[in-house]
């Protein structure tokens, strides 16, 4: 989401200003930040700190903070060890252009950070640079105020964009040569457009539209994920089998105290439901370990229900209270110790699980997408299957490849994070 709202800064930025790739030929550096966890925190306070010593040849440099810390923090974050001077939430980017005439003018801070209702920046193309997968944005905000959860806080009331916007942008990307697109929203499934489109219906929309590019969407929230999205999954070859479900415990009785509004069972039924009508599909969560009140028996309880679903990947976490949030008046309770002991728990048994599962891959053949050259050797090249796992394959030195183009790779070996295989026809 960050990533995607940079764009859009970029794109409001680029008229009146230069944009350059590294803080030492920069007037001015911008920080686009999360609140979701203190760790992220913690480190825009240390790039703060790092990006002194570019002072050194501009003595007028200066650094503004954008996103949820700008919107959490607010004026708290004005002059931080005399470096910020602009401080600008998620719905002011429009301000960008003024606020830094100003601030840059009159040597002064500016600070922005009223939530719309309205805002989506639907009319605004963001500025992106490089490879063949695009972010959208679709939706904005979130109105589901999980406990633990800023967001709701941050990026304020959930609004959607009008499907013919997302439609005409989808056009464009893909004559520009996007080969893959991701529509991003908290919680996609609560999109709802004025022009009368809800999620499944846009998706299936530019699914027809252009039967060539692979689509992909985050985040459904699984209390509203339903047979109308995964039907719309099942009839389209082109809409990624890979669905990212966080579930984030797999005890009842705490999932009810974060407010995330379903069951274990309802949700391990939704699970049945989706591989009944496709078998192959690759799955992913969030998991958060420590939720204040998080008992052995809860914990177990999560254990439990990873082995069930058998995810193919997750983002894991420990607890991190954030204030205004209603766990946040529950207190801490799980020892940070304890906390640290489940979630290595639960990150080893998801490896476990993933690398099991990716054994089951050896001798398939997939439609991978290629993205660059390995890391690794330069005679490999990385991709993505449409269910989202990386596969390394070698390709000759005399074949032109590009990003974008696809191929059939034949699985000969795997780990729990990637695939290694060779082109097949
Ligand atoms: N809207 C998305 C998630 C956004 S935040 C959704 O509901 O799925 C991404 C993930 O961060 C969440 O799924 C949750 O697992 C984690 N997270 C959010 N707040 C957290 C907190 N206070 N402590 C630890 N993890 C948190
Ligand atoms: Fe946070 Fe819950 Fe909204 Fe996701 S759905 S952003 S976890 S409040």
Excluded at 22 to 31: I, K, N, T
Aim: hydrophobic content about 35%.
């Amino acid at each position: 989401m960050n990533s995607a709202d940079t764009e859009i800064v970029k794109s409001l930025l680029r008229k009146e200003h230069n944009l350059v790739e590294s803080p030492d030929e920069a007037d001015l550096v911008f920080l686009n930040t999360c609140s979701v966890r203190d760790n992220a925190e913690r480190k825009i306070h240390e790039r703060i700190i790092h990006l002194r010593q570019y002072r050194r040849n501009r003595k007028n440099m200066f650094v503004g903070i954008l996103g949820c810390m700008a919107e959490r923090l607010r004026e708290r974050l004005v002059g931080e060890r005399d470096m910020v001077r602009l401080v600008v939430g998620p719905d002011e980017y429009r301000k960008l252009p003024e606020l830094i005439e100003e601030a840059a003018r009159e040597n002064k801070s500016g600070i922005a950070v009223e939530l719309s209702t309205v805002e989506t920046y639907e009319d605004i193309e963001p500025l992106r640079t490089d490879g063949i997968s695009a972010f959208i944005s679709i939706m904005r905000g979130c109105n589901n105020f999980c406990s633990y959860c800023v967001v709701p806080y941050t990026r304020g009331r959930e609004r959607s964009r009008t499907a013919q916007t997302v439609i005409d942008e989808t056009a464009r990307l893909v004559a520009q040569g996007f080969r893959e697109i991701s529509l991003l929203g908290q919680n996609v499934n609560s999109y709802k457009s004025s022009d009368g489109f809800d999620f499944p219906e846009l998706l299936v929309r530019l699914a027809e539209n252009h039967p060539e590019i692979r689509f992909r969407f985050t985040t459904s929230h699984p209390k509203d994920f339903g047979e109308k999205l995964i039907d719309a999954m099942a009839s389209h070859a082109n809409i990624c089998k890979h669905l990212h479900l966080p579930v984030q415990s797999g005890s009842s009785r705490l999932l009810e105290l974060m407010n995330r509004r379903y069951t274990a069972e309802q949700y391990i039924a939704k699970i049945d439901l989706l591989r009944s009508k496709i078998p192959n599909i690759a799955l992913s969560t969030d998991i958060i370990a420590g939720y204040p009140g998080e008992t052995e028996d809860d914990h177990r309880a999560t254990l439990e229900l990873m082995k069930t679903v058998k995810y193919d990947g997750a983002f894991m976490f420990k607890y991190s209270p954030r204030e205004g949030t209603k766990s946040y008046k529950i207190g801490d309770t799980v020892s940070d110790e304890e906390k640290i002991r489940r979630l290595n728990e639960i990150i080893d048994l998801q490896q476990n699980i993933a690398f099991e599962k990716n054994q089951l891959e050896i001798g398939k053949i997939h439609s991978v997408m290629v993205e660059n050259v390995s890391r690794r050797s330069e005679a490999d090249w990385k991709g993505r299957t449409d269910t989202n796992k990386k596969v390394v394959f070698p390709v000759p030195a005399d074949m032109a490849i590009a990003e974008g183009d696809v191929f059939n790779v034949k699985i000969l070996s795997a780990g729990s994070t990637t695939l290694k295989g060779e082109m097949c026809d």
